[in-house]
């Protein structure tokens, strides 16, 4: 099958140009000037339109769909115990979850979602199951690593010898083998689905999982995700656990390498900047979902100058109360001008769309198939609509694209050369019938006393002394 994109506006180079480009089956045959190749049996006008590289969804929760709008303000760790109090308990919400978010992902400049997936004690194999058939169904690409953790609740408190210890979840062991199932299960490559290694972060998991959790990424090739540094609180722990900082002791563990994504990254410090750096690792900002819970901003700015990869994410919908990867991106790009007086410094829109696309793709071990339209490439492609209303008047259209606010803008994409959306509609799902079951689950119910309230005097103590 030959697609040809004629005369498309496109991002080459740092610069806008007007183009050709030649799809044949699932790749990205030629990129050439306007209007100079012949015309293939599948013609697509690129008048007014703007073609770039699928962005990707560097760290998400796809099941946290279920809890948006749901969860008050409150800080991670807190807002914690909330979400797990509240995690939908059914597999046909985890395949609903999936669908959801890659939809939506896609609706907003997606072709690639990281999803680090919660599993259900005992069904873990069925969970991803159900993941897995919700992203074939809408045929985006997903990169799915199940949140492990081997130490119970309490051990992500600073101090949290004090509280109550919960029995201790599955053994590292026990974890490192469901985990080599699941990959031998499910991991599939050739149909965009791959199984990454997802210890939850350092906080709640021991060293032998997340030293076991890298040797199977290196012996597999698989992205190694992981929450780090995300709060103040989790730095104050690794300080107490480690005695050095937690980037250093994953380093120490073998966990750093260019198949590692760590996402938040708040509190990081120069020194870590440069030991993810020198070990090629990516740091997912999410900025939408750093606010909302209080964490802080990530040093993003000091991050690039010192040569780290940075991608966006949207966090799952319980910390963002969305999944709309242009805001991501549109927060994550503006939020750093008060970091540093030097504008100089500030982020462009043809970075930010660098960052989405290519370090996206980096930071999920596929930098090497998708991210950037150049031939060989996969056809992981998103067309806009630049005659849109939120898109005029026609002056810069990827400042309006990156630091607007474009609303049904996505006229076309592609993920492996199979086109998914036509006009601004999914083809691949009923999406009628995915809104009518986020309409008629029923709603959580909300219990009488907040489910934080056992940890939020220790937290108040130890985190704001008082």
Known sequence: M?????????LQNGSLELVDVLLMGDRIHTVAPANSLPVAPCLIDGTDKLLLPGFVNGHTHS??????????????????????????????QFYWGAVSTAVDTLLSGGTCVMDHAYVLPHQEMETVDALVRGYKAVG?????????????????FPRGCLLPQAASPQSA?????????????????NQGIYIGVGPTGFHRCSDELLAGCGKL???????????LLETRAQQRLAQERYGISAVQHLENLGCLTPRTSV???VWIDDADIELLARTESTLVHNPVSNLRLGSGLAPVLKGLQAGLNVSFGCDG?????????????????????????????????????????????????????????????????VLYNLNHPSMLPRNNPLQLLILGRPTDVVEAAWVQGRQLVDQGRVLTVDTAALHHMLRHQPQAVH??????????????????NR
């Not at 030959?2 to 496109?10: A, C, G, N, P």
């Not at 948006?68 to 995690?87: H, M, Y």
């Not at 990424?217 to 929450?227: A, E, F, G, Q």
């Open 2 to 10: 030959q697609t040809l994109i004629q005369s498309v506006l496109t």
């Open 63 to 92: 099941s946290q769909v279920w809890q948006r709008g749901l969860i008050p303000q409150l800080p991670l760790e807190l807002w914690l115990a909330n979400v797990f109090d509240s995690t939908p308990r059914q597999l046909d």
């Open 140 to 156: 985006i690409r997903a990169v799915i690593a199940p949140l492990i953790q081997d130490l119970p609740f309490a051990s992500g």
């Open 173 to 189: 062991a026990e974890l490192l083998a469901m985990m080599e199932a699941i990959v031998a299960e499910f991991h599939d490559p």
């Open 217 to 227: 990424s290196d012996r597999l090739n698989l992205c190694y995700h992981t929450h």
């Open 263 to 265: 996402a938040h990254g």
């Open 317 to 381: 919908a319980a910390s963002n109360d969305a999944q709309h990867l242009l805001e991501a991106i549109k927060l994550g790009t503006i939020l750093h001008t008060v970091t540093d007086q030097d504008y100089e410094h500030w982020l462009t829109p043809e970075q930010a769309v660098q960052m989405a696309a290519m370090g996206g793709a980096k930071g999920v071990n596929l930098g090497d198939r998708t991210g950037t339209i150049t031939p060989g490439m996969d056809a992981d492609l």
């Open 447 to 464: 219990p009488a006393e907040p489910p934080h309230h056992p940890v939020e005097p220790h937290y108040r103590e130890v985190m704001l």
